[in-house]
């Protein structure tokens, strides 16, 4: 069965500073990786995904992701982070069957001025 | 022109009631879901249907009734509502057999159950 950790489950940066979400997944075959942003109150945004190809993957709202197979790893990164960006940011993986996309247990992102 | 929308937006109800929340996608979309978001955020998907058909239901009581009148619509009716029942949940589409393309997401019902 697949599954996705997210250990932070909290994480606070100041505005302007860089900015690394970690994600590891577990999944026997090669994955469908998707990094999801949820704002208060809001429904949940497609950041960026992976799927094949190069493994440094580039989103929406200057993020990117790069996929390391041998740290079953696909971890969410910007180089300056701005106060909009504070969310709860998930990471999922998804089936090769294209019926289910499995969630980790989400990021909190907390931006100081 | 929203992608996915579901109603209500919120919903508070008494124990012992049946409610339903709706979702309509017009992105022509075959598949569509129901995930459970709890108070933890912690996401889990309860329905998949594809063209109108169950092909997921992870182990939700069956006082979850999914209704697919057509592929643009997946309904959630859900009978005899208690506590634990409350949650945010959330409506989304996908292309047929195309995980890669990501899930659009409704922007969820809140249900509070008192």
């Known amino acids: 069965a697949q599954s996705v950790t997210q250990p932070d489950i909290h994480i606070t940066v100041s505005e302007g500073a860089s900015l690394e979400l970690r994600c590891n997944y577990s999944y026997g075959a090669t994955p469908y990786l998707f990094w999801y942003v949820q704002s208060p109150g809001q429904g949940l945004q497609l950041l960026l995904k992976y799927f094949s190809g190069d493994t440094l993957v580039q989103g929406i709202k200057g993020f990117e992701a790069e996929f390391k197979r041998s740290q079953s790893s696909f971890n969410l990164r910007k180089p300056s982070v701005h106060w909009s960006d504070a969310a709860e940011y998930f990471c999922?993986?998804?089936?090769?069957?294209?019926?289910?996309?499995?969630f980790g247990g989400g990021t909190r992102l907390m931006v100081k001025p | 022109d929203t992608a996915v929308s579901q109603t209500p937006k919120y919903l508070v109800t008494q124990m012992g009631n049946d409610k339903s929340i709706k979702c309509e996608q017009n992105?022509?979309?075959?598949?569509m879901y129901w995930y459970k978001q709890d108070s933890k955020k912690f996401l889990k998907i309860m329905f998949s249907?594809?063209?109108?058909?169950?092909?997921i239901n992870e182990t939700v009581p069956n006082r979850f009734s999914p209704k697919s009148p057509d592929k643009a619509h997946l309904n959630l009716h859900i009978n005899s509502l208690e506590l634990g029942d409350s949650a945010v949940y959330f409506c989304?589409?996908?292309?047929?057999?195309?995980?890669?393309?990501?899930?659009?997401f409704g922007s969820g019902t809140r249900l509070t159950v008192v």
């Open positions: 992105l022509g979309h075959d598949t």
């Open positions: 999922a993986v998804g089936n090769n069957a294209g019926n289910m996309l499995t």
């Open positions: 989304a589409s996908s292309p047929r057999g195309s995980t890669n393309y990501g899930y659009t």
């Open positions: 249907y594809n063209n109108k058909e169950l092909i």
